[in-house]
């Protein structure tokens, strides 16, 4: 399911970091339906956040500290292969409509229109898309409780992307046989450094081709690529299929 939030805005500064702001946005929201039991259950229990989104910002001039918008406008598109979790976040967001929601740097959100997206199905065994937000990709070291990221820049992408994507396909219950067929390649793709939680993440944007069983590749186009995919990362959208592809 993708629910599409449009809003305005106060003025047109924005932070940086407004992923964080949407996941602030996120959570207000879940805490005011059904006494709070939902935002415990996304952001306070062991369970997967099975979801991902993608921000549309107008126009859009970065300096060191903040974002300047073409427009006192945004836009959030919310995706999940989870119909549940879907009408959840729909039914807590369509009670946030008209609120005046403080956001950073002195402004203001207010949802105006809540609106599910039409989505496609791939019913072959790859496909070509774009990422709406940074691929993220992390490796997680145990033993000294920290962080690599990696992006097309690493000669070793393939690999340890497809490595990283299995694994969490398989712990969302695709098993091995499947996943055998599973690849991620670059197409037209280039490094970039996101600002994060007050930390610089190196992730992946451009064009990939996906391949493998198209129920892989169906719930990665609604649950989101890679990792991070509930802060706002690995969002795709499909762009062709098959032999559209080559």
Request: proline share 3%; aromatic share 12%.
């Amino acid at each position: 399911m993708k629910i599409l939030l449009r809003f305005i805005t106060k003025h047109n500064k924005f932070p940086l970091d407004y992923r964080r702001v949407c996941l602030s946005y996120f959570k207000r929201s879940l805490s005011e339906i059904a006494e709070g039991k939902y935002f415990e259950k996304y952001y306070f229990t062991p369970e997967r956040r099975n979801f991902t989104f993608a921000v549309n910002l107008p126009m859009p001039k970065f300096s060191k500290t903040e974002i300047e918008l073409g427009k006192n406008e945004i836009s959030i598109t919310f995706s999940t292969a989870d119909s549940t979790t879907g009408y959840i976040f729909a039914s807590a967001f369509i009670k946030q409509k008209g609120k005046h929601i403080p956001a950073p740097l002195g402004n203001e959100m207010i949802l105006t229109s809540v609106s599910q997206v039409q989505e496609k199905t791939v019913s072959s065994n790859s496909a070509l898309v774009k990422m709406l937000s940074p691929l993220c990709l992390r490796i997680h070291n145990a033993e000294s409780n920290s962080d690599k990221y990696v992006s097309v820049a690493d000669e070793n992408f393939n690999e340890l992307a497809e490595q990283i994507i299995k694994r969490q396909l398989n712990e969302n219950g695709f098993d091995e046989k499947i996943l055998s067929k599973f690849g991620i390649k670059p197409l037209d793709a280039k490094k970039t450094v996101v600002y994060h939680y007050k930390n610089y993440i190196e992730c992946s944007l451009g064009t990939f081709i996906i391949s493998g069983d198209r129920a892989v590749i169906n719930y990665l186009l609604k649950s989101g690529i890679g990792s991070r995919k509930s802060a706002g990362f690995g969002f795709a959208q499909l762009i062709a299929e098959g032999d559209e592809t080559n």
